[in-house]
């Protein structure tokens, strides 16, 4: 069975987490109800158990701004106390004059390897998370962007299809450093006019080599595990991407809202038994080792 690293999960304190303290309001996962609560790193660990995953790479879950170096401090300590996670995406405000005040405070965790700041934006409202479409390269995210290549760290980009031409310029002004596209670019329907456009800003950010994407996040517009739907998503990554490019994640425990860790993975490997051996070890671990060099 092939060993994995998953590239993208979350933990959490309900109280570290504004959005989950104040009330419920729409967002691109459906109800989140049964999320609202404490999800410590040893109901995850319960979660996954028997699916092969020996490693994980944690990504950050908006805490309040203020408080970007406790959510990696508190990550830091999680790991030297329980071996989980063994690398973690961290927040920084790419909005600022200057994000190396804040980059310098993060630096001090050894499992830092990235930072996101979720700049997508779509013309339904509840789908979106940016003030605007173009933010990806508003001057001052360019430019702390930009500063990410003297620290070795890499940037997890959220886009839409809509927005993945600016986020080729992003991407290419900065080829020293890696840009993980999140949940594959977000391909929210399977009627043929959707996926064609999200092929399409796929393939525009191909165009760009430092640029990986992460098979995470496949269920989070049709609010189910879909298999047909995983394998699509993958086949049309790979063939446009190739292996070598894309990475298996759980986004755990997001998911949790309509599938089991089990039922999960069970599409994932199921969407990838057509390729090859090399292939499904660029999938599920070697993709992940290389980007993030996972402890």
């Not at 979660?47 to 879950?61: F, I, L, N, P, R």
């Not at 700049?119 to 998370?129: D, G, I, N, S, Y």
């Not at 670019?185 to 994407?213: F, I």
Request: glycine share 6%; aromatic share 10%; with cysteine.
């Amino acid at each position: 069975m092939q060993k994995i690293i998953d590239s993208h999960f979350h933990i959490w304190r309900q109280k570290d987490q504004p959005w989950l303290v104040g009330p419920m309001v729409p967002r691109i996962f459906g109800p989140y109800e049964p999320i609202r609560r404490d999800y410590p790193i040893g109901e995850f660990l319960q979660d996954q158990a028997g699916s092969s995953v020996e490693k994980g790479v944690y990504v950050q879950t908006n805490w309040a701004k203020a408080d970007f170096e406790k959510e990696v401090a508190f990550l830091q300590k999680t790991a030297d106390e329980t071996g989980w996670p063994h690398a973690i995406v961290g927040y920084a405000d790419m909005t600022v004059d200057d994000v190396r005040p804040q980059i310098d405070r993060l630096m001090k965790y050894k499992l830092l390897r990235g930072v996101r700041m979720q700049l997508h934006w779509h013309e339904v409202p509840e789908f979106r998370f940016a003030p605007d479409a173009r933010q990806v390269i508003h001057p001052l995210v360019k430019a702390n962007v930009a500063r990410l290549k003297d620290y070795g760290l890499s940037f997890d980009l959220q886009l839409f299809p809509a927005q993945m031409g600016d986020g080729l310029e992003l991407v290419s002004e900065n080829p020293q450093t890696n840009f993980i596209l999140t949940h594959c670019g977000m391909l929210t329907g399977t009627d043929p006019a959707t996926v064609e456009a999200w092929k399409e800003g796929l393939r525009t950010l191909a165009q760009a080599p430092n640029l990986y994407a992460k098979l995470s996040g496949l269920g989070t517009f049709v609010h189910r595990n879909d298999p047909a739907l995983v394998s699509l998503i993958y086949d049309v990554a790979i063939e446009i991407l190739g292996s070598d490019r894309l990475m298996f994640g759980s986004n755990f425990p997001i998911e949790k809202l309509w599938t089991t860790h089990a039922d999960l993975i069970a599409a994932h490997r199921a969407a990838a038994a057509k390729y090859s051996a090399a292939q499904q070890a660029d999938l599920f671990r070697h993709t992940a080792e290389r980007v993030y060099r996972p402890a």
